[in-house]
């Protein structure tokens, strides 16, 4: 079994600790019962200044001999005191020192332990949605397939109204790929991030749903790049811009979406803030609080597209919200995603 470098360092490191500790409770310990060994006898002038030579003043008699050692015996006694009480504290101090340690080493044993057993759990679930996901996609195109080959029978379709059709099975086609590359543990080329201008992808698909909304890009300044997944991040942002259609107000010929991009700091780490806000029918504080979970939707609708791009921006160590501060009913809907800058990333 190899050793990492960091256990390496920690070993050293209590190997030292162990070294100093023993070094300094030998010293006390020579210190305590006066008996010094070579070459700590050394150490005596620092250690017990006050053993003077007994031929100094006031020793030329017994009386001052006497005192002269009875100053000494009292030093000695005093020390001695300090230096067992020292070595009492120290070690019941270093004794707690290990066992705390030991604890969390053992904490952490057991943190891994578990650990291990749930990603055994996710790997054993993600290898069973990976089989049903697969399944669902080639189902899906199958049968969008056999839809596209009648469409291409009806011959007397106006050509516009073909060249959309044939546009919408085509981001059909592309979004069942890309279902089936995240279910296919094999298939790494989706996940390849790269540097993405998120401006730059919004205007491009503005334009694809320029007959159905009207777009307001409130911040002219440059948008900072980041590092991500272009297919994903597209899909994403084609999920907020139906939906804003989708739920636009009865009496609304077009959707109102209105794009503006910043640099936000959440705990001491730099975003890019992407806020999508439509002038729809909006939603409640209730179906704000649940409109990212599955199932938990109201009124027929979110929960799909909005569950996926919570997954999607969680690929990517971003964050999703609602803004709560332009969503209300009959306001419209604000969706917020923090998404981290390249050098964050990198």
């Known amino acids: ?45 620092w250690l017990m200044p ?64 578990l650990l291990m057993l749930k ?15 697969a399944t669902i996609g080639h189902e899906f195109k199958n049968n969008l397939g056999r839809i596209k080959r009648r469409i291409d029978l009806l011959h007397d379709l106006p050509g516009e109204v073909k060249d959309r059709l044939d546009d919408n099975m085509e981001k059909l086609f592309a979004d069942i790929d890309i279902f089936k590359k995240i279910s296919d543990e094999r298939e790494t080329v989706l996940i390849s991030f790269e540097q993405v201008d998120l401006k730059e992808m919004v205007v491009t698909l503005s334009g694809h749903y320029a007959d159905l909304a009207d777009f307001n890009f409130q911040d002219s300044s440059p948008t900072p790049a980041i590092f991500a997944s272009p297919a994903l991040l597209k899909t994403v942002f084609e999920n907020l811009i139906d939906n804003a259609i989708k739920y636009k107000k009865p009496e609304q010929e077009r959707a109102l979406i209105a794009f503006s991009c910043s640099v936000d700091i959440d705990s001491n780490r730099r975003y890019v803030a992407l806020s999508f806000r439509d002038q729809g029918i909006g939603m409640d504080e209730q179906e704000a609080d649940q409109c990212f979970y599955k199932s938990k939707a109201s009124n027929g609708g979110w929960g799909q597209g909005l569950y996926f791009a919570k997954y ?35």
């Open 119 to 133: 990603n055994q759990e996710i790997a054993r679930r993600n290898e069973f949605i990976r089989y049903i996901t």
């Open 50 to 113: 006050w053993k003077e030579s007994a031929s100094g003043p006031g020793a030329s008699s017994i009386e001052g001999f006497l005192s002269v050692m009875q100053a000494q015996l009292d030093g000695s006694k005093r020390v001695a005191d300090y230096a067992f009480f020292t070595m009492i504290v120290s070690f019941a101090l270093f004794c707690a020192y290990l066992t705390f340690v030991y604890q969390q080493k053992q904490g952490r044993a057991r943190e891994n332990e």
């Open 312 to 346: 999607v921006i969680g690929l990517h160590a971003g964050k999703i919200k609602v803004g709560k501060e332009h969503t209300a009913p009959g306001k419209g809907t604000e969706i917020i995603i923090n998404l981290p800058l390249v050098e964050e990333t990198l």
């Open 1 to 45: 079994m190899t050793i990492s470098m960091k256990e390496t360092l920690n070993i050293t490191r209590y190997v030292l600790m162990l070294l100093v500790a023993v070094f300094i409770w030998l010293v006390l310990g020579m210190v305590y019962m006066d008996r010094f060994i070579t070459p700590f006898d050394k150490l005596i002038p």
